[in-house]
């Protein structure tokens, strides 16, 4: 089960997050621009588009998460963690245009190939651009791990997609310096083809979201065997499951013998809601209880 994060807890890391992206693209723009405009590189210009629209998403991403922890009121009662979703879909579309444009790039650079000039500079900032993103990308799973925060999770996809879009561009830096000028062209179009798989998968799992997917058959699974564990249940019906954030909801029937006091059914749906609380620290749970008569 997810959701193990305190809410405190969750903010802290998810902004945290969120902040580190930002800044890590920011420093990405300013430094890949200044080398492809010294190297008329086209692997290096299809790196700066994508920390460009990085820098976009990390931001849309930052004000998603600080919209999305505040605490539940009248007008929003389940709270407002699907903001991480919708900020997720907006993410997958940003990213699947860039793709794009660096596919027409590249096209037309391999039709038209350029020498690479101050090859050694492009070269450092690809390999500089690894290392900074590697890292980034370890506290961002770090964080993903604790929090499952759907943000933080889209972020760290496309920037883990950086590491290989860099190490491409290496490659392409490599091979025009051996004669192979359409190369440079070539893993443009690579690059965006990459960036528009990885915005399908993004804007996939927001969706999932946004219309309240249930959770895994094996995490309801788990939550139907801890109900029918409690003493007094006889079976279950009508279950439902979601998540928003760090939070999960979880809905069921319960049937009791219809023969029992009012209490006693009261007390057993309080020990089937334990039981769930105990799975998903936080979880909005909701228990209903059904009569079943045998005496009829």
């Known amino acids: 089960m997810d959701a193990k994060t305190g809410v405190q807890d969750y903010s802290r890391l998810v902004t945290l997050a969120?902040?580190?992206s930002v800044s890590t693209a920011c420093a990405f723009i300013l430094a890949k621009f200044v080398v492809w405009i010294l190297s008329s590189s086209s692997s290096i210009f299809a790196s700066m588009t994508d920390s460009m629209i990085d820098s976009v998403a990390s931001i849309i991403n930052l004000i998603a998460i600080r919209y999305s922890i505040k605490p539940a009121d009248q007008q929003h009662p389940y709270g407002h963690y699907k903001a991480?979703?919708?900020a997720s879909l907006a993410q997958g579309a940003f990213i699947a245009a860039s793709g794009c444009l660096l596919i027409a790039h590249g096209a037309e650079r391999i039709s038209t190939p350029m020498q690479v000039q101050h090859y050694e500079l492009a070269l450092g900032v690809s390999v500089l651009s690894i290392v900074v993103t590697v890292m980034l990308v370890l506290f961002q799973g770090y964080v993903y791990k604790k929090t499952r925060s759907e943000a933080v999770g889209a972020d760290r996809f496309h920037y883990?997609?950086?590491?290989?879009?860099?190490l491409g561009v290496i490659v392409a830096l490599l091979l025009s310096q051996y004669g192979y000028l359409w190369a440079d062209g070539l893993f443009s179009v690579l690059i965006g083809?990459?960036?528009?798989?990885?915005?399908?998968?993004?804007?996939?799992?927001?969706?999932?979201?946004l219309l309240d997917k249930s959770l895994s058959a094996k995490d309801t699974g788990i939550i139907m065997e801890e109900i029918l564990k409690v003493p007094g249940v006889q079976s279950l019906h009508g279950l439902k499951t979601r998540q928003a954030g760090p939070q999960i909801f979880i809905q069921c029937d319960v049937v009791m013998d219809g023969q029992i006091s009012l209490n006693e059914a009261h007390t057993v749906a309080n020990h089937v809601k334990e039981r769930l609380e105990a799975l998903a620290p936080g979880g909005d749970i909701t228990i209903h209880m059904d009569p079943h008569d045998d005496h009829v």
């Open 193 to 209: 083809l990459l960036i528009v798989k990885g915005a399908v998968s993004i804007g996939s799992k927001a969706m999932d979201v």
């Open 84 to 86: 991480q979703s919708l």
């Open 160 to 166: 883990l997609s950086d590491v290989w879009l860099n």
């Open 18 to 20: 969120g902040i580190a």
